[in-house]
């Protein structure tokens, strides 16, 4: 699945204001206006998959894992574990192996940015 810029800049937004629960799909923008954005990367805009229908959850305290969830099925519980239970090889057209970046920084705080790598296995 992918996510429009829209829809990653509210999940994350969302994340850190702290929403718990489920949360229809066509309601999110709602609680977290978000502003429009870039065209993306090199100017291509990613859309979603259509469907406005659906909801989002926030139950995950990592926001990586927050991500992961919502890309394998959001807040239909039914679609996320038949998502993760789909046996190699097979999960392979449906989820691959996935790899969510994260980067949080403060304005003003530049020179004390450091570089770290870990690796981190999600608690879905």
């Known amino acids: ?24 799909k066509s309601e999110l923008p709602n609680l977290v206006p978000t502003s429009l954005g870039s065209q993306g990367v090199n100017g ?10 659906g909801s989002w959850i926030f139950k995950d305290e990592n926001l990586s894992t927050h991500l992961i969830r919502n890309a394998c099925g959001g807040g239909n519980e039914m679609a996320f574990r ?7 090889p097979y999960s392979r057209r449906h989820r691959d192996d996935m790899t969510v970046t994260v980067v949080c920084w403060e304005e003003g705080k530049e020179a004390e940015a450091e570089i770290r790598s870990e690796k981190f296995k999600s608690k879905l």
Request: charged share 20%; hydrophobic share 35%; glycine share 12%.
């Open 1 to 24: 699945m992918y996510f429009s810029n829209e829809e990653v800049v509210g999940l994350v937004a969302g994340h850190l204001t702290g929403l718990k629960g489920t949360v229809p």
């Open 82 to 88: 038949r998502s993760l239970s789909i046996p190699a």
């Open 44 to 53: 291509k805009r990613y859309a979603s998959d259509g469907k406005a229908n």
